[in-house]
């Protein structure tokens, strides 16, 4: 069984190495940095992550679409036992 943090521990580094962002808001987020000078995704978007009845699912709220869902299985395998 893999370890989850959850609880907000500051101690615990940024370990991201890539984003998913809903394309549309790249899209707007572009075209505003062309006109104003800057827009970046990560102050433009507006998603949400949370858990789903099989998984994990990244929505964006300003387009009301799915930007990535993620299914996993709770069952063990019997190689992780």
């Known amino acids: 069984m893999r ?3 959850v609880d907000g521990d500051s101690r ?3 370990e ?3 984003f998913y962002h809903c394309k549309k808001c790249i899209e707007e987020a572009t075209k505003i940095a062309a006109r104003a000078g800057s827009a970046s995704p990560r102050h433009y ?3 949400e992550f949370g ?3 099989s998984g994990f699912q990244l929505f964006c709220v300003r387009h009301e ?4 869902k993620i299914e996993i299985s709770l069952e063990e395998s019997p ?3």
């Open 79 to 81: 190689n992780e036992s």
């Open 3 to 5: 370890r989850v943090t």
């Open 51 to 53: 858990v789903t009845k």
């Open 16 to 18: 991201i190495k890539g």
């Open 65 to 68: 679409i799915n930007v990535m």
């Open 12 to 14: 615990i580094p940024n």
């Open 45 to 47: 978007a507006k998603l």
